[in-house]
């Protein structure tokens, strides 16, 4: 049987084959279809039903159940989705694949702004995103700071995703660049967007955290339009505000300001939490239109825009570098208003007494009164105790807009050469676009005239795609016809950077005198660093699929890349299943692959604070060509290279599925940010022979490298079983992740630490197990997840490294159907409240206090936030 799909319109052709096999035309030619069983409620009927869903992904031939792929492939249906306390896209998948890690980075600068995730335990870059078959643009938002994995990690914001816009989202859990070109390392998830003609949705949902902070708000909908006779226009929005979180204490130091008598000390001084989030919009929609009998027309896209808020460190108001002291906090950091060269020398301010101890009121010492009322001696003289006496903590944040437009058409070609082969013409353009802001600050080089907020500059991120895409059955007297696709595709990728306002990034009068240059905590982006970078790339592909018997089928694909920077690279993946018996079958593959960098990590240049050895310092991201970096050993960048390969097996017995894969994945010349390398007294006196400005003011440099190996490993395992049970129908479904990352081979760029975190801070073993109810008014769920045990880390400093013990939590949902038309929700997450792993300095490195003001380790990989509950209604028309 050879089934043609055109939205919800089909052609059917028959044929006598000894197995029934449907070739399917869905959202795109250019890449795979597969299906896969899956189960399914109507909601308010409580009737039960096995249906099959189509998945574009994954191969380019026949569609297949999942236990008949070669390859890995969950598919989560999008009312699955919906079945959790946030709105979250990254949060959602997390609690469906337990191979994916989302860390939620309390001040990480622009990482908590687009949070990366992990699947497989690589970076957020090494999964290629689709949206309907086609390439994701990536955000302009590069992690900076991103938990040692995430480092330098620049993936698509998935984030923009509502979930009441998806029909589906398909995971392939497999190595895939051969297929899909650069980035498919670890694997592909595609996001299916509704494509109904007809009915739609209304939900608005409130959810707070336990603690009673953290307030979300959503209103989102769905609904599904004829587009003329033939086609259909199917469109979703969401529209969310989410207040920020505190998982803090008030720091030791700001707590003794304040115990002194210091005025304006904030409590707590610094805020570990989620960020706040308002006015987070998005539009999706997804047209589609029946040309001729074998023709269509498709076209979708989305605007998103919102704006997020986070805080950074405290600074201290007697120690903080180039701000308040230069030498650790034993003298005051006092300007000469009249410059080096006056003549006159301003007092000196010991903070600490004969014995040693530090005054914490500065307002008590004789020198520093002198400045403050601005006395003969003092005059023109001028310390920032003066306006800000209890320190600062920066507020730093970014207005984020992502926008993106795909258009096509697709059909079968009906005479000629190719006649019967199926074809797809696309192009697509995507942009993302960041813009910084940074509050409650100061450029210190200013001195007094310092403006308190900035505007830092702004990240552009543009992408443009064209595929042709052409795949045809040949009969070879084999057991069904050989599929073999070909395609090309022209790729272009703009990362561009705009300058901030001259406040932001310039170097003031107390330059020389040691006051550090631009808005404290992110400074502007120059204009020297500012401009458009480009690169494009060109492929090819050709794609066969061999069904050698009935039960042994084999796959194979071969993709040629050539970019106009680093040049070509050419990659293979073979595949293979054997039907064992009627109830088990074999599968693997195997396969290389390569992740290009990306043209913001070759070209960005950023400066960050961060803290070293417990103390804030700022450190220069610097591109691997600058001439500081080349003598750190920085070097162009080059694509990574993968083997990976996988093998499992699948079982299907009546109401019980069950696959089980191991996989291992090597990856050589990783690309990441390397470690923040200290200069030396000779590298900065060579930097300045090169004419390299403002060098004093670095006392850190990192850049990005291909200075590492890996090698990881592992195992899932799912399973699913339904049955009739309590007078209804119950789904059981366990997930199970074992991954493991070993450094094969870095160097000192890369440091042991870092190694350790690549390795460590992930949990090893993850687990899902749910019990899904269904009755014909209600229907529920309760979600166990187990997180093994993983290194907990604290403001990114080795010496707060412990390996946390392995935890759990529980979800549950319950959901009334009050009307055919109207249902109410209500549920939690981690609803027994399980806290993260508390911070034990005691264990960790003997520190009797809690220097910066956290609670927990930020690796917790269920976050640090606690319990989360929610209610929910939904009319559905």
């Known amino acids: 049987m050879t089934t043609l799909i055109w939205g919800n319109r089909m052609k059917l052709k028959l044929s006598n084959v000894s197995r029934a096999i449907t070739y399917a035309l869905a959202s795109t030619a250019s890449v795979g279809l597969l299906s896969a069983t899956a189960y399914a409620e109507e909601s308010n009927e409580g009737a039960k039903k096995n249906i099959e869903k189509i998945a574009v992904v994954g191969s380019r031939a026949a569609p297949r159940s999942v236990g008949d792929s070669p390859v890995p492939v969950d598919i989560i249906g999008g009312d699955e989705l919906s079945k959790a306390g946030g709105d979250d896209m990254l949060e959602l998948l997390k609690g469906s694949v337990p191979s994916l890690n989302v860390h939620q980075n309390p001040i990480s ?45 620049q993936g698509p914001d998935i984030s923009v995703i509502p979930s ?11 190595g895939a660049a051969a297929q899909y070109g650069s980035d498919a390392i670890a694997g592909v998830i595609n996001f299916v967007l509704k494509d109904a003609s ?11 955290y336990f603690e009673g902070d953290g307030d979300t708000t959503t209103i989102e909908g769905n609904v599904g339009l004829p587009f003329s006779d033939d086609g259909f226009a199917n469109l979703s929005f969401q529209y969310k505000n989410s207040d920020a979180t505190s998982r803090s204490v008030q720091r030791p130091d700001a707590a003794a300001y304040d115990a002194a008598g210091v005025p304006g000390v904030r409590n707590p001084a610094q ?41 950074f460190y405290y600074r201290n108001p007697q120690t903080r570098p180039q701000v308040y002291s230069n030498d650790g906090g034993d003298t005051l950091l006092v300007a000469d208003l009249d410059g080096l060269d006056s003549g006159i020398s301003c007092p000196t301010v010991n ?22 009322s601005n006395s ?59 813009r910084y802001f940074i509050t409650n600050t100061v450029n210190a080089s200013l001195g007094a005239e310092t403006p308190m907020d900035f505007s830092p500059g702004k990240y552009i991120q543009l992408e443009k795609n064209f595929n042709a895409d052409i795949s045809k059955g040949y009969d070879f007297g084999l057991a069904y016809d050989v599929n073999v696709a070909a395609g090309l595709e022209w790729h272009e990728e703009t990362f561009e950077v705009i300058a901030g306002d001259e406040a932001s990034f310039i170097a003031g009068p107390l330059t020389q005198q040691g006051f550090g240059i631009g808005s404290n905590g992110f400074p502007g982006f120059k204009p020297s660093a500012a401009g458009e970078f480009t690169r494009r790339n060109y492929a090819a592909y050709v794609d066969i699929e061999t069904p050698f018997t009935d039960e042994f089928l084999m796959g194979w694909a071969l993709r040629y890349e050539d970019y106009d920077s680093f040049g070509s690279t050419t990659n293979y993946k073979v595949t293979g299943q054997y039907q064992l018996t009627d109830d088990l079958s074999l599968r693997g593959s195997m396969s290389t692959g390569f992740r290009a960098p990306t043209v913001g ?23 691997p060509t600058n001439p500081v970096s080349q003598i750190l050993g920085g070097t162009e960048l080059q694509p990574e290279e993968s083997e990976s390969y996988t093998f499992g097996a699948v079982y299907q017995s009546g109401d019980l599925f069950l696959t089980i894969d191991y996989y291992n994945i090597k990856v050589e010349d990783r690309i990441s940010q390397s470690d923040k390398i200290n200069l030396t007294d000779e590298q900065k006196v060579a930097l300045k022979a090169d004419g390299v400005p403002n060098v004093d003011s670095i006392a850190q440099v990192s850049f990005f490298t291909n200075d590492f190996d890996t090698t990881t490993q592992g195992v899932d395992l799912v399973a699913n079983y339904s049955m009739d049970l309590l007078g209804g129908y119950a789904t059981f479904s366990m997930a199970y992740n074992w991954n493991e990352t070993t450094v094969d081979k870095f160097s000192a760029i890369t440091g042991d630490f870092k190694v350790k975190r690549l390795e460590e801070d992930l949990p090893q073993h993850r687990a899902t197990y749910t019990w899904s109810q269904q009755w014909e008014d209600f229907s529920g769920f309760i979600r166990y997840n187990y997180f093994g045990e993983y290194q907990g880390v604290h403001v990114d400093y080795d010496a707060t490294a412990i390996m946390a013990d392995p935890s759990f939590t529980f979800d549950a949902e319950v959901t009334y159907y009050a009307t055919e038309s109207l249902s109410f929700t209500a549920g939690a997450n981690n609803i027994f409240d399980q806290e993260p792993e508390k911070l034990d300095f005691e264990r960790a490195t003997g520190i009797p206090n809690n220097n910066w003001g956290g609670k927990y380790y930020e690796t917790s990989p269920y976050g640090i936030n606690g319990g989360f509950y929610y209610v929910k209604a939904t009319y559905t028309f």
């Open 271 to 311: 805020v570990w939490g989620a960020p706040e989030i308002k006015d987070d919009f998005t539009l999706f929609g997804n047209v589609g239109l029946e040309l001729s009998n074998s023709s269509e027309f498709y076209m979708f896209g989305n605007y998103s825009e919102r704006d997020v808020k986070g805080g």
């Open 198 to 208: 007809e009915g739609g949705s209304f939900a608005v949902k409130q959810g707070q």
């Open 376 to 434: 003969d001696i003092g005059q023109n003289c001028f310390a920032f105790n003066e306006i800000l006496p209890a320190g600062f903590t920066p507020f730093f944040g970014g207005n984020i807009t992502d926008t993106s437009f795909t258009v096509g058409t697709k059909g079968e070609i009906e005479s000629g050469t190719f006649e019967g082969a199926y074809y797809d013409l696309s192009g697509s353009v995507g942009r993302n676009e960041s």
């Open 164 to 174: 009441i816009a998806l029909k589906q989202v398909e995971v392939l859990r497999d």
């Open 601 to 623: 990590q070759a070209n960005v240049s950023n400066v960050q604070t961060n803290l070293s050895s417990g103390v804030l310092v700022d450190s220069a991201l610097l591109p």
């Open 351 to 372: 903070l600490k007494d004969a014995d040693g101890n530090r005054i914490l009121d500065v307002t008590q010492i004789a020198a520093y009164q002198q400045i403050a």
């Open 109 to 153: 600068d622009a990482a908590s702004l687009v949070r990366p995730a992990n699947l497989r335990g690589l970076p957020a870059d090494s999964t290629l995103i689709l949206l309907n078959g086609k390439r994701r643009h990536r955000s302009s938002v590069i992690a900076f700071l991103g938990g040692g994995i995430n480092d330098g990690a």
